[in-house]
């Protein structure tokens, strides 16, 4: 290799939608800004209503309440910089931003895969064991269960971000993704990945399929005994508590996987974008919608909230 190839690369520049017309990228900014601040607000406003409305101090809406956190999460790390690269054309990140970005996007993705998996297990024991839903999900135990969803994406991200950004990186620094995701940042080192790129696949199976193998586990469960209650509308009942949560989980597994597991011939660099779009955007906004809209005990609290706010406000301009 020459010298100039050998120097290392100190920072990176993300591809993201530069391939679009300028009129293009603009209308893609206004869309994302749009999406960003319903995300940002609906998620907020979920983990405020669960907070301050006593009706929803339950395990159900503890863990909504960290799945919130997540999303948020989720979308300041991703969100700004693309939104940057989109209005300012900004498109340099430095080599610790890079690997930032990249160890958050790997702690957030991972604790919801894992939430997504203890919502269902919270389901299963009210659906199934409902005489002793209090005393199997009392407060220490929901303590428990979201610091067993967090605390994987601590060692996966350290581990992954670590080893990725220990190679060499020589000569092309162009990211060609809208965020600094392992496998676009992969195909600019200049060293023998193997081992690491069998590591990765590997973890990704075992953090998708793990929480996922548990989800169906939990649902089967469910199923068997919805089909159990003998009243059509027990059975309604019962299915409306866990339908939200079913569908956020079909939207966001359908989504990873068509990401991470599509075959290679079939998986160009474009179509990962817009497909990375869909669980990186879109789900996070989603997500406090489908369980304000599907849940009427949300609905409620969402109505208390703001009669509470209305009055407090009328009290105050009348004093």
């Known amino acids: 290799m020459t010298g100039e190839n050998r120097t290392r690369v100190s920072e990176f520049i993300l591809m993201s939608f530069s391939s679009l017309p300028t009129e293009i990228q603009s209308l893609l900014f206004m869309t994302f800004l749009i999406i960003y601040l319903v995300t940002l607000m609906g998620n907020s406003l979920i983990i405020l209503v669960t907070l301050a409305d006593t009706m929803l101090h339950s395990p159900m809406y503890f863990f909504l309440r960290n799945l919130s956190f997540v999303e948020i999460g989720f979308n300041l790390v991703v969100v700004p910089k693309m939104l940057g690269t989109l209005v300012a054309q900004d498109t340099t990140i430095s080599f610790l931003g890079c690997a930032t970005q990249m160890y958050f996007f790997f702690f957030f993705g991972v604790a919801e895969c894992f939430l997504l998996a203890t919502m269902a297990y919270d389901r299963y024991v009210a659906i199934c064991n409902p005489l002793h839903y209090p005393v199997i999900m009392n407060q220490m135990t929901c303590a428990k269960l979201a610091a067993v969803s967090w605390f994987p994406g601590f060692p996966v991200a350290t581990v992954q971000t670590t080893w990725l950004f220990s190679f060499p990186f020589c000569g092309n620094n162009k990211v060609n993704h809208f965020f600094c995701d392992s496998p676009p940042v992969l195909r600019l080192v200049c060293a023998n990945t193997a081992l690491f790129e069998i ?26 005994a919805i089909l159990k209650i003998p009243s059509a509308k027990g059975k309604r009942k019962a299915f409306s508590t866990c339908s939200s949560h079913l569908l956020v989980v079909s939207l966001f597994y359908v989504s990873l996987s068509l990401t991470y597991f599509r075959p290679k011939s079939n998986n160009s660099p474009e179509s990962k974008k817009l497909l990375s779009l869909s669980y990186t955007i879109a789900t996070p906004m989603l997500n406090p919608i489908i369980y304000s809209l599907r849940n009427k005990e949300v609905k409620n609290a969402l109505s208390r909230t703001f009669r509470k706010a209305i009055g407090l406000r009328n009290s105050n301009l009348q004093t």
């Not at 990765?200 to 199923?223: E, F, N």
Request: hydrophobic content about 55%; aromatic content about 8%.
């Open 199 to 224: 590591y990765a696949i590997i973890g990704t199976i075992l953090v998708v399929m793990t929480p996922c193998t548990l989800i169906l586990c939990s649902y089967t469960r469910i199923a068997a």
